[in-house]
């Protein structure tokens, strides 16, 4: 099969990670670019999300979903940046081969320079979640259910139960009530909100949907459709309390129980995983173990806010054109030993950082944010610390950890030197 | 008024038997239906098993289901080069954990004798952990099966389903028999939710309703079927993976728990069996659910369900039926209360292996009573499965877009189908009118996302080929619709 060279950089998925990474790989020194997107139109998720509260760090605007998406194909449209959409990417090597097709220019072989991931996340189903009951139609998990409502145009159920607290549930319960729906109780299986707390007030307590906490589903019944589910309370170590179990008519389940980056292609091409975010081990330039793959965005682990995965994708567009511009294609792997560094891990309180590896060397004035996910509900003010031994190298302050909040530090140059001082070794990030 | 149907035979049941003997008779230079109550072919416990080609060691010498098994482990090696049917002889091993088990080997290896199942050996605990790397330290050594096999469950009902259509034969489907007509001590006709259908002969594959038909006729009023439950976990092809089917030491609940491979690469553990009060009610358990997890790990000690892509249920249709001098079997007979039927009833396990085998046996019986079985000369007995773009080549996925650009565009990501697998599906021979049809036919949904990628992209394309709107698409046939409304249609 012929194999076409021509590109720099491919970014593979136009969601706003890719979006942002196509924007500055060509930006960095006009690269020749190609964007490959598996869907028909750009945006990724964001065209389904029209709900607000996307942009106010990037464009100081509270914008609704798709809004968002049209402000970066607006100047991605300026740019000589091709773009290939109804494309899937079937295979990624090592070698950087990328096999894509789609039904008007068939299967094609590409090999560019260096490659962006940016394929975001899909969704936990029911069954990673072990749901008992029957396999009737009207178990949906959120997005899908947000894709059925607002691309589609259809209603998936009358009478709903979502299960899961996460952001698309909540967003959901609100949009199938304005549609005309009843949602009749969100479930939690921890003690605690686990989507944004905004999100709580504007799309649950506005329209008096009630919330369970330390609840769950204990059984699904109805052979065709979704007849009806049992609810069961659970104790401190989620163990169902029986005698507890409540049975609630309805037609539909929504699932809204977590979100996993998407790695298939990461896998194939040999990209290290980190066991914490289930996506790449990433270091600041957003740069994956194998030699010209980067990554950004859900792919590398579950951002809480759109605007800090454009600027994850920026950070990987911009490494990815400079990689391949080859001025350093042969002193990057050389030098990789002797460059100052840190290796980062999650320590108490934490469940995962990006990037794992921070590089100090030719910041050239640019910023690097170390961005944590709490693991506990901290609602107090909590002392953020990266340690090495034990030895606090830095810290700061926060006002609480929640799990639905990242937690993002831009590093400041005075903690820059600090961090330098400990160059080369491994520090653990902990909240205290 | 609908218009009576009239066949030479007509089976009732499209499951794995019902399939089998159809695709035998289609041989032949009669006219043959098969009546199903479900959208589709193979919707009942046919489709959830454990999709084990047995090799024959476990049933009772002397049996209808020692003799099926061990025939049809022979025939389905045979049948599936013509069907296109997926199907690896992978052998199994049936592991003693302990001095107690390890004695229990040498009585089953006799009774796979007597059975007259070939290649039969027992291992030393050396080469069973050299051949499977992942079984627990503490096994002591193990029956080797070199003849059993793993099958893709669906299309070992589709290929001889569709191969009985391409030759003639009909598939009522929606069809659930409601009544039967008799008169003079023989089965005239049976009354269908799609109006009467006559026939010379009736074949009762009914699986787990087989009881309720021979009930509708006042035959073996005492035979009684049974569901027992079997819950199953499904792992991401990536988790582990076993080479052989490995099985416990069987009890009198059955082989019990297994640990295996999907021919789809992914690995499987089950079942649990447990007796149910509704034949319908495929819903999984949370105690079953820890119950063959606690099972599967006494072999397998590193499996864990943070692997687990999929769960289901499937329900064995157990009879009471025991032939003098004997436990219970299949009850395969021609009825001898009443005149043109013939009884497949209480074909639990291994009765999907048993299929080609019992289908042989219905020509047989057929043929004892008289009905002439002249052979059709343009009979054609292959039949090939919808092309996988998953398993192609780079080149071979070139040339096959190029030929069919629907190839070009994916439906399901995990499965990596395209949609010109899905347009086949829709105008097979036995056409898929529903998700799960079209599921069955191309693994679409079966991955790690579970359909969240492919519902509404499969929906529309199901719409658009069959003229329906979105609001009429169902998971399985009536009952079962995935959307109410349009948006902005008001309040309910």
Redesign the interface.
Known sequence: MEVNTDYDVIVIGAGPAGLAAAIEAYNENKSNVLLIERNDSLGGILPQCIHNGFGAIKFGNDLPGPEYAVRYEEQLRDLPVEIMLDTMVVDLTPDLDIYTMNSTQGYRHFRPRAVVLAMGCRERTRSQIRLPGTRAAGIYTAGTAQRLVNIEGYMPGNEIVILGSGDVGMIMARRFTIEGARVLSVLELLPYLTGLRRNFVQCLQDYDIPLHLSTTVNKIYGERRVEGIETVKVDEHLNHISGTEKFIKCDTLVLSVGLIPENELSRKAGVQLDPHTNGPIVDSDMATNVPGIYAAGNVAGIYDLVDYVSMAGEVAGRSAAVWASKQKVAAKAQAEEERPSITIKPGANVGSVIPQKVYFDDLDGRDIYLNMRPNALLERAVKVELSLDSEEIMSFREKYARPAEMIIRKLKPRDIDKLKAAGGHELIAGIS | MNKVKKFDVVIIGAGVIGSMVARELSRYKLSVAVLEKEVDVGMGQSSSNSAIIHSGHDPEPGTMKARMNVRGNELWYKIVPELDIPLEKTGALIVAVGPEEQAGLYPLLEQGQKNGVSGLEILSREDVLSLEPHLTGDVTGALSTPTAGIVDAFQGVLGPAENAAMNGVEFILNAEVQGVVVEDGTLKAVETSQGPVEATWFINAAGIHSDEILHMVGDHPDFHISARRGEYF?FDS?AFRVSNVIFPMPSEKGKGILVTTTTHGNTMIGPNSNVIEDK???????S??SEILDGARRLVPMIS?RH?????AGLRATGNYKPPGHGKDFLLEVSKSVKGLITLAGVESPGYVSAPAIAEYVAEMLRGEGVVLEEKPDWNPKRSRIPRFKDMS??E??EI??EN??????VC??E?VT?GEVLQAIHSPIPATT?DAIKRRTWLGTG??????D??RTM?ILARELGMS??EI???????????????????
């Open positions: 499904v990536s319908e009610d495929h819903s999984v358990t949370e079953g659910m369900p687990v892509i999929s769960t289901f780079h080149d996925r070139k877009i190029r650009p629907a190839y070009g565009r994916i990501r995990c990596e949609e998700y790690r996302c579970q359909g969240s990628f519902y509404p529309e979105m609001t169902t998971k399985k046939g009536p009952g079962s619709v995935f959307l109410y409304r349009r948006t902005k249609e008001g309040v309910v």
